[in-house]
T-cell receptor, first 113, second 115 residues
């Protein structure tokens, strides 16, 4: 079945550091890909998305490019802030059968001042 | 602002005592979902409504039921909560179909404690 694998956390960085959170997927066809962010005690918020190969999603300084050759959708940010501390989930939307989200296991990110 | 609202944000119940969690939306989305999220884990889909059609996940226990009386509201009923049902319960909505964007919008969640 379809699946998403994220780099294991937790990830701890200093403010203004460069961030990469790796995400790879296994799926039939070309699913839509998403990054969601979850702040402590809250629900998930959509951070960015890409619906076809080579699309780049971007929001709040975060970017991710849909790479079908490597089946990846890595999240990057050039300069992180303390307020970026959260759990990040990579997800795909299945295109066969019931269309639903398949999540990765999540990566906890902590940014120190 | 259009949004997904969950009530209550925190719910405490006793072992075996039925509990109902509520979700409402002002987005006029046709699909509503219920997820269970345990600590440090990804959300796990329990079931969803596509319009009025109920779709249960194969591994969702019978202890969990859902109702959707109209487009805006959806309820999660836990008939006999066990200690293992303590979790965050997330409601989400999406607009599916030809004009849909397929993005899921999540509510803030209800944290359930079972004593």
């Amino acid at each position: 079945g379809d699946s998403v694998t994220q780099m294991e956390g937790p990830v701890t960085l200093s403010e203004e550091a460069f961030l990469t959170i790796n995400c790879t997927y296994t799926a039939t066809g070309y699913p839509s890909l998403f990054w969601y962010v979850q702040y402590p005690g809250e629900g998930l918020q959509l951070l960015l998305k890409a619906t076809k190969a080579d699309d780049k999603g971007s929001n709040k300084g975060f970017e991710a490019t849909y790479r079908k050759e490597t089946t990846s959708f890595h999240l990057e940010k050039g300069s992180v802030q303390v307020s970026d501390s959260a759990v990040y989930f990579c997800a795909l939307r299945t295109i066969q059968g019931a269309q639903k989200l398949v999540f990765g296991q999540g990566t906890r990110l902590t940014i120190n001042p | 602002d259009a949004m997904v609202i969950q009530n209550p944000r925190y719910q405490v119940t006793q072992f075996g005592k039925p509990v109902t969690l509520s979700c409402s939306q002002t987005l006029n989305h046709n699909v509503m979902y219920w997820y269970q999220q345990k600590s440090s884990q990804a959300p796990k889909l329990l079931f969803h409504y596509y319009d009025k059609d109920f779709n249960n996940e194969a591994d969702t226990p019978d202890n969990f039921q859902s109702r959707r009386p109209n487009t805006s509201f959806c309820f999660l009923d836990i008939r006999s909560p066990g200690l293992g049902d303590a979790a965050m319960y997330l409601c989400a909505t999406s607009r599916d179909g030809l004009a849909g964007t397929h993005e899921q919008f999540f509510g803030p969640g209800t944290r359930l404690t079972v004593l």
